[in-house]
């Protein structure tokens, strides 16, 4: 027997990916809500229109039937909504970042510790990209040694005119290090098998966007653990010539090879996405990934079910969300 789940807040387009991975785990949505009319709703009635709307989040949020509470709101509302589901009993999958203060996260955690609920953060540059599950693999398996550097570059198309008001307003949206950055702190955490990390620098700025003084449109991160090293580098300046939002790339060194993942888009190389290098001893190749399977949202699915931390331990959730908010402060001048 499945699980069933219900979406709250869809201000965010990684509601749309969220909501069909968890529908080809298998699982069943009981409907969605979300506060007004966001510009994302018409293209979320498009893609999914078996799937109501409820006039209340409290009708889902009072479901006995309802397992599992999918969060893509405004940044600055997802903690408080994410609370809230797991006081009604709920687990929770919320998209990155899952809060975006310090003093959110606490109360997260105090929460999270109460009911015993399970709160996860859809990383999606790690899963919903399948050369990331193929380069797990290929990590696990000892392909490249003992991984002690990532480097993960995270680009973005600002597309400013069809932005809401909400995406210039760095209380909402965390800062660009919160936002953004937190894949790529998960990213290292992840393939270098640390626990935690130390932010040894880390900067925003806005370089090109004057009239967005809320907007930075630049970040950059070092960090540090007892297993590795890794360098973060995300901004807003994807061409519009670039035929895809982003040139999402991430490198792995390790001791005896190296990965480059070009996830979203191969430049004058091959077609399609999840291309993946490996050079090692034996092997230097570019490996089409495509096809290597998201196992995020089968896990989640079955962790509801057996209460269980297969798709993401509940501290490295946290934990990655801590990092991303000390980069951000220590960015800023607050740390």
């Not at 069909?20 to 009319?37: F, K, Q, S, V």
């Not at 599992?68 to 709101?73: F, Q, S």
């Not at 890794?230 to 519009?240: E, H, I, L, Q």
Request: charged share 25%.
């Amino acid at each position: 027997m499945s699980i069933r789940f219900a979406v709250i807040g869809i201000d965010h387009r990684h509601a749309f990916g969220m909501t069909e991975h968890l529908l080809a785990a298998g699982a069943g949505c009981a409907g969605w809500w979300t506060e007004g009319h966001p510009e994302t709703e018409a293209g979320y009635r498009k893609r999914f229109p078996d799937l109501s709307r409820s006039a209340d989040r409290h009708a889902l949020l009072d479901d006995p039937d309802i397992d599992l509470v999918v969060i893509a709101a405004i940044p600055r509302d997802r903690a408080a909504l994410a609370i809230e589901a797991m006081r009604a009993g709920k687990d929770v999958m919320v998209d990155k970042p899952g809060c975006t203060t310090l003093e959110q996260l606490a109360e997260l955690r105090r929460v999270q510790a109460e009911t015993g609920r399970i709160w996860s953060v859809d990383f999606s540059e790690r899963f919903e990209v399948p050369s990331v599950t193929l380069a797990s693999e290929l990590v696990a398996e000892g392909a490249i040694g003992r991984v002690v550097q990532t480097v993960g570059l995270g680009p973005h198309r600002l597309n400013r005119a069809t932005r809401p008001a909400w995406f210039f307003d760095r209380e909402a949206y965390g800062g660009i290090l919160t936002d953004i950055a937190s894949h790529q702190i998960d990213q290292f955490l992840h393939f270098t098998g640390s626990d935690t990390a130390e932010i040894v620098h880390a900067a925003v700025d806005n370089y090109a966007h004057p009239e967005d003084p809320g907007l930075q449109d630049f970040g950059e991160i070092a960090l540090r653990s007892e297993r590795g090293r890794g360098y973060v580098r995300v901004d807003w300046f994807t061409p519009d010539a670039l035929p895809t939002w982003g040139d999402g790339r991430l490198t792995i060194l390790g001791t005896e090879g190296y990965i480059e993942l070009r996830k979203y888009v191969d430049v004058a190389g091959r077609e399609g996405t999840d291309t993946l290098i490996l050079v090692n001893g034996a092997r230097c190749e570019a490996i089409d990934a495509r096809d290597a399977g998201l196992p995020y949202f089968g896990r989640i699915v079955a962790d509801v079910r057996g209460r269980t931390e297969t798709a993401m331990s509940q501290t490295h959730a946290f934990t990655v969300m801590e990092l991303a908010l000390q980069a951000q402060a220590m960015a800023e001048g607050a740390a």
